[in-house]
């Protein structure tokens, strides 16, 4: 069983950052892949970023690219998502989720979901 608990959501102006973290319980944190999604009011979720077991491999939807960083430290049992140059089409609840696997993507299956974290962008 893993739990995750998100936190670092807020308001923020239009081009300003926020990094997102994720803290992960259970032993086997380190063997998961790892990711981010994000559902606006009255729109499905979506895919923003995945991080793989290892952190060597990471896969963005194109609108992150360039704009979002995902990293993890295990020693820590925690996955960030730094967000930089945000933008009101960015607002959203942002929640992490653990994959079954060591990859992560958008086609991936993630069992574990924490209960997000609010970010609202103001333009």
């Known amino acids: 069983q893993v739990q995750l608990v998100e936190s670092g959501g807020g308001l923020v102006q239009a081009g300003g950052s926020l990094r997102l973290s994720c803290a992960a319980s259970g032993r086997t944190f380190s063997s998961r892949g790892m990711g981010w999604f994000r559902q606006a009011p009255g729109k499905e979720r979506e895919f923003v970023a995945g991080i793989a077991w290892s952190g060597a491999s990471t896969i963005y939807a194109d609108s992150a690219k360039g704009r979002f960083t995902i990293s993890r430290d295990d020693a820590k049992n925690t996955v960030y998502l730094q967000m930089n140059n945000l933008k009101p089409e960015d607002t959203a609840r942002y929640y992490c989720?653990?994959?079954?696997?060591?990859?992560?993507?958008?086609?991936?299956?993630?069992?574990?979901w924490g209960q997000g974290t609010q970010v609202t962008v103001s333009s």
């Open positions: 989720a653990a994959t079954n696997t060591v990859f992560a993507g958008p086609k991936s299956e993630y069992v574990y």
